[in-house]
């Protein structure tokens, strides 16, 4: 009871006067007006004593980097060679995701047969799927302080899958081409999350094993299914 009473003493005093005459009391008796702002509880109260940190530019984001390079701007816990291995490994994930996703719109546009619709839609489904994966990926990329690829030529440089014509093809070497696209990606993600891990980079880790892994492992299961023996039937 005490307390409260206390507490609501200096609130029903300050209601009386103008809001700037305490600031110019203060000026007054030779106090700053910073001083002045931390109000009623300054001294014993450490939430009001609280300021902003001014003239911080050494820390403001550099307006040029270098591929290659990794940041140590923003304040998540990892050391510069934590940061410069995920990067890396990172960077070769996006290459293989973008290089994957445009391989399936590529087979969007082009499937033709008697599994066009299907695949037509599949294909697009899967191409928005990986795109989610790319912005999550080059997102990851910048949070670590380093510099995503994005340009075709540089992405057509760095990726691990192999040039896919540009010619239209049957749906089952599409097939065959995503499938084996998937696994090469899968490969890397394993190698990289365990690196992660080892690392002790978190974020990292489960960006590559709960999205990556999961959604590409889940786009294998839905175009493997369609490989299949398909023994021709005579009809009578
Ligand atoms: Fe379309």
Partial sequence: MASSAKAAAPKA???????????????????????ANTGKGAGTNAAVDIQPVLNQQNHAPAPTQRYGTVSQRLPIGLDEKTRQQSVDGLNQLLADTITLRDMYKKHHWQVVGPTFYQLHLLYDKHYEEQSTLVDAIAERIQILGGVAVAMAHDVAELSSIPRVPRDREEAPVQVSRLLDGHQRLLKNCHDYADKADENGDDGTNDLIVSQLIRTNEMQVWFVSEHVVDSPLIQAK
């Fill in 13 to 35: 005093a300050a209601t009386k006067k103008p809001a700037a005459a305490p600031k110019a009391a203060a000026r007054s008796n030779g106090k700053s007006t910073a001083s």
